[in-house]
């Protein structure tokens, strides 16, 4: 039998029970919850200090409030005038350490912009635009550059552009190549100062780039400038930067690829005026080819019969002119998936717009169909064949248009049976049932815009938008007059004018190499909104157009 002996706590030291207590508090959590931090890590200390004049430090000690961590350092942070040694910047919690490793000009003031290198550990919140100024000399440059930055196409003001700043002598130099030592970030309402500058002659350029290293090296980015040089003598306010998608000067193939179904898909870095595709080898097969571009026509599907090759090459023209080429590989023996399949005009809530045919889109080409193998029912009555017509698009191999005489307040399904359509590779659809109805004409109204021009001499686009931002109808003017809008669902719609300079009747991007400017849009205030079965009017009174500095 086992001896059990009793524990006697008192035997136990008290310091062993101190040691207990001590581990049991520090297991408990600390409360959770509370308002997220937001605010970013402000300067509270800094060695020498901010601005010192007559400068002689090889270190610079920058302490935080909060912890601190660099990001993207390399990108972000600048030093103007640039140095050939770079400086070396750490941070170690609260403290921001800057070795100075170049020697200094005389009597020169230098700004370190660390645009959002600096950021709070916990949250990641920026301190954006935060400068460390000082000056060799017994004076510290204080000019200043301030305005802000427009999106052209909306109008609105954008935020976390970067607003660079060269010297006249740099600007054909470092702009487009390198980053720029003189920057400032917009803030939430578009707005930007760059400080502590020095007498010069300079460029400016805002730039919303898609990555963080403030040169201007993408197709997609927005670029601004101003036409005019800044002579800077004294402090220069309500500079206006107007960001716009360059179109590119240089075509090229942004993409280019085989899909799964087998059609060769080709992106291009820019819309093109009236496009057409020629394969060049193999030679023979380009007859049997069918293209399919995109509304934007930046993009085009080739579908090919024959897929029997192992490399194609294509020529790509512009109103008959060949522009580029290019050669894809693929296995002789290589298969595809393909599925035919449609899509319908009719909204998300299975409704048909009423006074319009129902249209089809199909994923393949359709080489034909058999009406024998297609079905339409009005509220489960099979509808007669004679009374339905089904057509193929002239224009558009892929589309069709179904013709019926449709009724409001009728249920209707289309019904394709097995093999009803084949592809142009022999592809047979499987039983497809599509249901809508017509919707209510009260759903849609009647919208008349009078229009009053600033200058009948000019010419004008008025372009009006959903709610969304989408262009749905574009109209040229020269003149006063109404535009009528018919058949408009209801919901919120805005306008804008384009300043057609070139009289396209369309809007024109600009190009800052060619210090070129895009054509001024107008975007009116008023939000219009329709209501069902409404006939609306309202007017609109165009401004002058704005002078480009």
């Known amino acids: 039998m086992l001896n059990k002996k009793r524990v006697n706590f008192h035997n136990f030291p008290f310091s062993f029970l101190a040691l207990l207590i001590l581990f049991g508090c520090a297991a408990q959590q600390p409360p959770q919850g509370g308002p997220r931090d937001l605010t970013p890590p402000k300067l509270v200390k800094a060695i020498p200090a901010n601005k010192t004049r007559n400068f002689k430090a ?10 601190i961590k660099l990001t993207n350092q390399y990108q972000e942070i600048s030093m103007s005038p640039a140095m050939e040694k770079q400086p070396e910047y750490t941070s170690s919690k609260r403290i921001l350490k800057i070795k100075l490793k170049d020697s200094l000009q005389k009597n020169t003031t230098y700004v370190i912009n660390f645009g959002k290198a600096i950021q709070d550990v916990n949250e990641g919140n920026v301190l954006k635009n935060f400068t460390y100024v000082f000056s060799t000399g017994p004076h510290i440059d204080s000019l200043s550059i301030s305005g802000s930055v427009t999106n052209t196409l909306t109008q609105e003001k954008e ?40 007498e010069d002659d300079y460029r400016i350029y805002a730039l919303k780039e898609a990555s963080p290293n403030k040169i201007f090296d993408n197709d997609q980015e927005l670029i601004a400038f101003l036409k005019k040089t800044i002579h800077l003598r004294s402090d220069t306010s309500n500079v206006q930067l107007n960001l716009f998608k360059q179109i590119p000067e240089k075509f090229r193939f942004s993409e280019k690829r085989f899909d799964t179904d087998g059609k060769l898909l080709f992106v291009f870095n820019k819309a093109l005026a009236n496009p057409s595709i020629k394969v060049i080898y193999p030679a023979d097969i380009d007859k049997q080819k069918q293209v399919d571009f995109s509304k934007t026509k930046d993009t085009a599907s080739v579908y090919l019969r024959n897929m029997n090759f192992d490399s194609i090459r294509v020529a790509v023209f512009d109103n008959g002119k060949p522009i580029d080429s290019t050669s894809l590989l693929k296995g002789k023996k290589e298969s595809f998936q393909r599925s035919l399949t449609f899509q319908y005009n009719i909204n998300g809530n299975n409704l048909l717009k009423p006074g319009t045919d129902l249209k089809l889109t199909a994923s393949l080409p359709i080489e034909n169909f058999d009406n024998s193998l297609i079905t339409l029912n009005e509220d489960s009555v099979s509808v007669a064949t004679s009374d339905l017509t089904l ?17 409001q307040g009728s249920k209707y399904e289309l019904i394709f049976n097995e093999a009803a359509f084949t592809s142009i590779y022999g592809d047979k659809n499987k039983r497809i049932s599509k249901k809508f109805q017509i919707d209510k004409t009260d759903n849609y109204s009647t919208l008349t815009l009078k229009v009053t021009l600033p200058d009948t001499g000019k010419a004008y686009v008025v372009e009006l938008l959903n709610e969304q931002k989408k262009v749905l109808q574009s109209d040229p003017i020269k003149r006063n007059g109404s535009i009528v809008y018919k058949n408009i669902i209801t919901g919120k719609y805005i306008f804008r004018v384009i300043y057609d300079e070139n009289k396209n009747g369309k809007w024109d991007s600009g190009n800052v190499h060619l210090r070129k400017q895009p054509e001024h849009i107008w975007v009116s205030e008023k939000i219009i909104s329709l209501r069902p079965n409404w006939e609306a009017e309202e007017a609109i009174t165009v401004p002058k157009e704005p002078i480009t500095p």
């Open 58 to 67: 090889k270190e610079i000690d920058l302490e935080f409030d909060e912890f």
């Open 159 to 198: 935020k976390d552009v970067t607003v660079m700043l060269f010297t006249l002598k740099q600007d054909s130099l470092l702009f487009g190549k390198k980053k720029p030592s003189i920057f400032a970030t917009t803030d939430s309402s578009g707005n930007f100062s760059l400080n502590n500058l020095r």
């Open 391 to 407: 057509q193929k698009d002239t224009g558009n191999f892929k589309k069709l248009t179904v013709k019926y005489r449709w009724r």
